[in-house]
């Protein structure tokens, strides 16, 4: 059967697609599925922030280099968003239980395995494999819950899914710094360990299979071969970006190669039998859309809250740990608003709350901006809080407008396409924000040096300032008398301010445009036969 039939198929015929029973003792409950993998998500959403706090330590302790604690981060992001939609199609293949619980022994045993390294060399091994195992846990979980619940509550076990989501992220830094500051950075990859045994059992005892009558019973080689070569192209040049320069032909020649490998891989997808993501899936304007606004929401959330940590840290001079509680207010009413968010979209549809959401992101950016070094913890704190807000439902209506508008055999393809467009979002956002940093920086850190009166600097000296500035540090030696030490200081934090302020303005715009985006949103035809007919 060819893409285009398939795709026909579910959407002109819905109510032939079984409802599921209703569940008999602990297999196939929908509750203690989506408790089961819940487990395993928030051990992949907590190593997306977590290690970053324990890259100094293990930079000290394993003698590493600067570019081997970059690929401790990127190896992992790599492996993660090149694998992700690969990961989903073998889920719809396979079956996701046995993907989900393969994805989530495999990433605690590569945590465990981090742990016991010795080396650089093999923290980074394992950090790719970690992305890896990642990558087959995390469409699986969307698989099951979209195979488990029935269509009416649907959107509630997604908002709690997405709720464990943005609590992990957000939480990770909390985490990372009390284990880090009080036991040992190993620690930060040992607590995967019993975590996945907890999900492992829970996902042996609770988990049900479950197979679309038109599951693909095929690999579209070719295709994986060419989507994951275009997703490393793509993600590469977005992390090597500002260290190469935007305009420098390594840059410009892997986002060169990303987008003929991409035309490419849509050209094959259209002669292929069973191919890895039917093209038909995208004439659902709800669906496309989705994926447009996962990839802005994570724009402006992830590269919004890159910065928001060297705000706290280096400006603020507060712990990890402490940074982590001034986030509290936007991981609380993230795991407030989430469920309730899932709760509106079903009894609304998706696209009041999801333009909500977004407006509320766009005010909550554009008021950061106005953040500077005096600014109190109250006023971050309604910031952040408001920023939590307008995520929630984003996180919830965003995820469920992909998902639940693919078809069912195509659950898998359609997880996987959600968690690659947070992926790239949220590197196109640290990317671009970084870059608006840089810019910013460069073009107002002379003149401010200049007009504190202090020492001029050299062209090697200035661009070394430069580089510290633009993460919120003050370049002060030891040896630095404390009235010009203050001087510094007081230069390197305005002018870092300075720059996050057009950064939050730039991510606060990309949010109105998620808001435009958000009006093409609607539950879509096989979501609403699918409520119609009391199945998923």
């Known amino acids: 059967m060819t893409s285009q039939t398939t795709v026909d198929k ?12 209703p569940a008999k003792g ?16 928030m051990m992949v959403a907590l190593d997306g ?74 923290v980074i091994v394992f950090r790719v494999l970690q ?47 009390v284990l880090v ?16 045994v907890i999900a ?35 993600i590469w040049a977005l992390i090597k970006g500002a260290e190469w320069g935007w305009g420098d032909y390594k840059t410009l020649g892997f986002l060169g190669a990303a987008v003929a490998l991409f035309v490419v891989f849509a050209l094959s997808q259209k002669n292929v039998r069973e191919p890895l993501i039917p093209l038909a899936m995208f004439r659902s304007i709800p669906l496309s859309a989705g994926a447009v606004l996962m990839v802005l929401m994570a724009f402006a959330f ?9 705000y706290l840290q280096n400006v603020h001079g507060l712990s990890p740990v402490d940074s982590g509680l001034h986030l509290l207010p936007l991981t ?13 979209i079903t009894k609304f549809g998706p696209r009041v709350p999801l333009v909500g959401g977004m407006v509320c992101t766009a005010v909550a950016m554009f008021g950061m901006s106005q953040l500077d070094i005096g600014t109190s913890t109250l006023t971050m704190s309604i910031w952040f809080g408001l920023l939590g807000l307008g995520l929630a439902p984003v996180m919830v209506g965003a995820t469920e407008v992909i998902v639940g508008n693919a078809p069912m055999e195509l659950s898998g393809v359609a997880g996987g396409l959600q968690q690659a467009a947070m992926q790239v979002g949220g590197s196109l956002g640290t990317a671009v924000l970084g870059a608006v940093m840089a810019s910013q920086v460069d073009a107002k850190l002379a003149d401010n040096w200049k007009a504190a009166q202090l020492p001029p600097l050299s062209p090697e000296q200035l661009d070394q300032t430069s580089s510290a500035v633009e993460v919120g540090i003050a370049p002060v030696g030891g040896d630095v008398p404390p009235e010009i030490a203050g001087k510094i200081a007081g230069v390197a934090h305005d002018t870092f301010v300075s720059g996050m302020s057009t950064a939050f303005m730039v991510a606060g715009v990309v949010a109105v445009v998620a808001a435009l985006v958000a009006t093409l949103t609607k539950r879509g035809t096989n979501a609403e036969a699918g409520m119609g007919a009391g199945h998923i």
């Not at 409950?29 to 487990?39: C, D, G, K, M």
């Not at 959107?155 to 609590?167: D, H, L, R, T, Y």
């Open 49 to 122: 922030t977590i290690v970053a706090i324990a890259n100094p330590a293990i930079q000290q302790d394993l003698n590493a280099s600067l570019a081997d604690v970059q690929w401790i981060t990127n190896g992992y992001m790599l492996a993660l968003a090149v694998s992700l939609i690969t990961a989903g199609k073998l889920g719809d293949r396979f079956g996701h239980r046995q993907t989900f619980l393969i994805g989530v022994v495999g990433f605690a045993a590569a945590s465990g395995a981090i742990g016991l390294s010795d080396s650089v060399a093999l």
């Open 10 to 21: 579910a959407s002109r015929e819905p109510q032939e697609a079984a409802a599921p029973a």
């Open 181 to 196: 500051e009080h036991v040992s950075w190993q620690s930060v990859f040992f607590i995967n360990v019993p975590v996945g």
């Open 131 to 177: 992305g890896l195992f990642g990558a087959l846990l995390m469409p699986a979980a969307l698989g099951l819950l979209r195979a488990t619940f029935p269509a009416e509550k649907l959107n509630m076990a997604i908002g709690i899914w997405g709720m464990v989501i943005g609590a992990s992220t957000a939480g990770g830094p909390i985490l990372g710094g």
């Open 26 to 41: 602990l297999r196939g409950h929908p509750w203690l599925t989506l408790f089961s993998v819940a487990i395993g998500v």
């Open 332 to 344: 609380g009413m993230m795991i407030v608003a989430s469920p309730l968010a899932g709760a509106m």
């Open 302 to 310: 992830m590269g919004g809250l890159f910065f928001v940590t060297f």
């Open 200 to 234: 492992l059992l829970l996902g042996l005892v609770i988990l049900k299979d479950h197979r679309a009558e038109n599951a693909p019973r095929s690999f579209d080689i070719g295709g994986i071969v060419l989507l994951s070569q275009a997703m490393f192209c793509l």
